[in-house]
């Protein structure tokens, strides 16, 4: 190999907007190794970085926005980019992952994540291009939506106005306008970085946008690139020739309606409910015959799940066509007590073009309906008003009048109208798609999610519907059931966060024949000559699960799990009538604590010691 | 007896329809989820061998009754009764 050593190096632009200074820094097989990059190396240097108290929306918060060092190197979904930071709206560590083309991009700029610094004085745009960092006005842009930021950000860049033709990453207005609920959009096309109100951080740095583009050879440091190219494409092939992929690539995701309807899992008028019988122009299928026009892929995947709209026509028509999922129809439709699917995707329209995490905006606006019927908050607005629905979001995105307050998010929102328990979520984030009193191992997953109202962090209707890797009743709750549920929530907790710093795409761990850890170490193995083994894969995904945890530590929040006491009621009407969380939470923490190596959401000395954290023993 | 029938994702399925699939089956007292399948492949020929084999839901497949999997009632055996909502379930991710 003529002295060649194959070695993972991960390169970081180290960006300050209130000094315009920029470094680069690169990480090696030392910190690689133990925490790959995306969320996990993001979450690291978090912790290590990030001062402690620090307000989220402050010159002194950072935004890491990094891909990891598998990304966009092999077809097997892997343009994924991850964002870490402290949320302004749960005031600890989050992190929100996007798909797209801008991880892609980001690698082929030379630089496999971003550090952003500091703040701007002034609205700017930062450009990357073949390692090259510019920081240029933005004002002009401000308070433009996202589709039109971005196609200006690639027109003064010397790019066509497609989104494929460079990684485009930007916010809207939700983002300018500091909502605690935004998102940051990237190419290519409406991909979200949505959760935690990471817009709001790019927001407060007044950093409208960031541009990236190069032709960097992402396997320059690979062993053997024939071996790699050959052994990664088997896997693909594999991953293709799973039914769930098939499913996805015709459908998209929004084929959930129909299934976590039946089951009686889906949340009705703010988690009034977990079934409704309206729900049939909501469903995937509906849909696309209805409105769906093109099927889309982000960079380098086989699946091609995405699924783009049109409305052409009538009172909800909109200009253009939108990406929308099973999440956003649900966040802007049954939550809402909304039915019509015309309005529903006017509503996703609307909210990726004003830049919001669609799910907390669905959460806000149903908990504003709830304390509005309460007669907590005056407001006119009801179950399933679409016109005054569209209006609050324009409001929210803007700030004006009542949507000050819907633009600080659901927990927010709740207590400020002195009614906490319009707040269904859990560490100050709002809940997804699914009834944990339905779904069971969402009572263990999402009151354990560490950046909180989370699905993706374990997401069980693989193991309790698809039965991968295996079957597990969701109504069960026998104590070898719990015990299960338990297990598996914290191996798919560490399969997620290494999915979210590898980088691939969730999706590709939904099937049986889906990659998982073993073909992860086989492909760092074969790429960084390192000779890893499927169980110490799944050891970082712990350590990096532990990190996270610690940052909640540094900051004295959320470090205990609590169920959210809504769901210690019974759901009133639907299939699952008559079940709650209560028992899997309580009986199940307990178990999750002790395979954790935890005392009351709190990682031991010894956990720390054996993952290799005595760093951090300084928090306990 | 009447039972509601439903196939999700009839696409995925192989079947000429984007939309589901539904159907009311008047069936006998003691009819089974497997009598219904053989319903429905006589309507759709070869559907049955796309949902089960040797006997069993392909791995990752599911079948419904009143929301409940028939893993955890009684199979293909398990009888149905008058009401009975029955869906087809096809993989999914999200
Ligand atoms: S499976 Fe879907 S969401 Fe995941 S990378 Fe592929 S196209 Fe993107």
């Known amino acids: 190999m003529n002295g060649f050593i194959p070695m993972a190096t991960f390169r970081v632009a180290r960006i300050d907007l209130g000094t315009e200074k920029v470094t680069e820094e690169v990480f090696k097989d030392d910190v690689l190794r133990r925490f790959l990059g995306g969320r996990g190396l993001g979450s690291y240097l978090a912790l290590k970085e990030i001062p402690r108290g620090i307000d989220p929306l402050s010159p002194s918060n950072r935004l890491y926005i990094f891909a990891g060092p598998l990304s966009a190197m092999v077809n097997l979904s892997t343009s994924r980019v991850t964002v870490v930071t402290k949320s302004p709206l749960t005031g600890s560590l989050t992190h929100a992952n996007a798909g797209g083309n801008f991880a892609y991009w980001l690698r082929k700029s030379g630089y496999d994540g971003i550090i952003i610094e500091g703040a701007a004085e002034d609205p700017v745009y930062v450009v990357v291009k073949d390692g090259d960092v510019a920081i240029r006005p933005a004002g002009h842009l401000w308070g433009k939506w996202t589709g039109a930021s971005i196609k200006a950000i690639l027109r003064e860049n010397g790019f066509p106005e497609e989104e494929k033709a460079a990684g485009v990453a930007v916010v809207g207005p939700a983002g300018e306008n500091l909502s605690k609920i935004a998102g940051i959009r990237m190419s290519d096309y409406e991909r979200f970085a949505g959760r935690g109100g990471v817009g709001a951080v790019m927001g407060s740095k007044r950093l409208k946008g960031i541009l990236v583009w190069g032709t960097r050879d992402l396997l320059k440091d690979v062993k053997d690139r024939a071996k790699f190219i050959a052994e990664s494409t088997k896997l693909a092939q594999r991953l293709m020739s799973g039914p769930t992929a098939k499913a996805l690539h015709i459908y998209g995701t929004n084929l959930l309606t129909a299934v976590i309807n039946s089951m009686g899992a889906y949340p009705i008028r703010n988690f009034e409910t977990a079934y409704a019988e309206e729900t049939d122009k909501l469903t995937g299928e509906y849909i696309k015959k209805n409105y769906v026009v093109e099927t889309h892929a982000c960079m380098m995947c086989p699946i091609a799940c995405t699924q783009h709209v049109m409305v052409k026509a009538g009172p909800y028509k909109f200009v253009g066509k939108a990406k929308y999922e099973y999440e956003n129809t649900w966040a802007l439709g049954a939550t809402l007590g909304l039915f019509d699917p015309e309005a529903d995707l006017r509503l996703q329209k609307l909210a990726n073009e004003l830049g919001f995490d669609t799910i907390s905006l669905g959460n806000t606006l149903a908990t504003a309906i709830e304390l509005a019927r309460k007669g907590k908050l005056k407001l006119d607005v009801n179950w399933g008003d679409a016109g005054a629905l569209i209006d609050l979001v324009i409001r929210a995105a803007n700030r004006s009048d009542v949507g000050d307050d819907l633009a600080e998010g659901d927990y927010r929102l709740a207590l400020k109208y002195g009614d906490p328990s319009a707040f269904k979520g859990s560490r100050g984030q709002g809940l997804p798609a699914y009834d944990p009193r339905g779904l069971k191992g969402f009572a263990l997953s999402y009151f354990t999610a560490n950046r909180g109202g989370d699905h993706l962090e374990a997401y069980s209707p693989t193991w309790e519907v698809l039965g991968v890797p295996e079957k597990v009743d969701p109504l069960c709750e026998t104590p070898e059931c719990i015990e299960k549920q338990a297990r598996i929530v914290v191996y798919a907790q560490h399969l997620m966060a290494l999915a979210d710093s590898v980088t691939y795409c969730k999706f590709a761990t939904l099937d049986r024949e889906g990659i998982f850890e073993k073909d992860l170490a086989h492909l760092f193995n074969m790429a960084y000559d390192w000779d890893a083994t499927p169980e110490e894969m799944l050891t970082i995904g712990e350590r990096i699960f532990n990190v996270e945890r610690l940052f909640h530590v540094k900051e004295g929040k959320w470090v205990k799990d609590e169920l959210n006491p809504h769901f210690r009621n019974p759901i009133p009407t639907g299939p699952a009538k008559g079940h709650s969380s209560a028992k899997m939470f309580d009986e199940g923490i307990k178990i999750y604590y002790k395979l954790r190596g935890w005392v009351d959401g709190k990682p031991t000395y010894d956990t720390l010691k054996r993952l290799g954290l005595e760093e951090f023993q300084y928090l306990l | ?94």
């Open chain 2, 1 to 94: 007896m009447r039972v509601r029938v439903r196939i999700m994702a009839p696409l995925y399925f192989g079947l000429d329809s984007v939309d589901q699939i539904s159907l009311d089956l008047n069936l006998e007292d003691g009819s089974t989820v497997e009598d219904v399948m053989n319903i429905l492949n006589t309507i759709h020929p070869g559907f049955k061998d796309k949902v089960i084999k040797n006997g069993k839901v392909l791995d990752m497949h599911d079948i419904l009754v009143n929301g409940r999997s028939i893993d955890f009632l009684d199979g293909l055996r398990t009888r149905l009764k008058d009401g009975d909502s029955i869906l087809v379930v096809s993989p999914f991710g999200g």
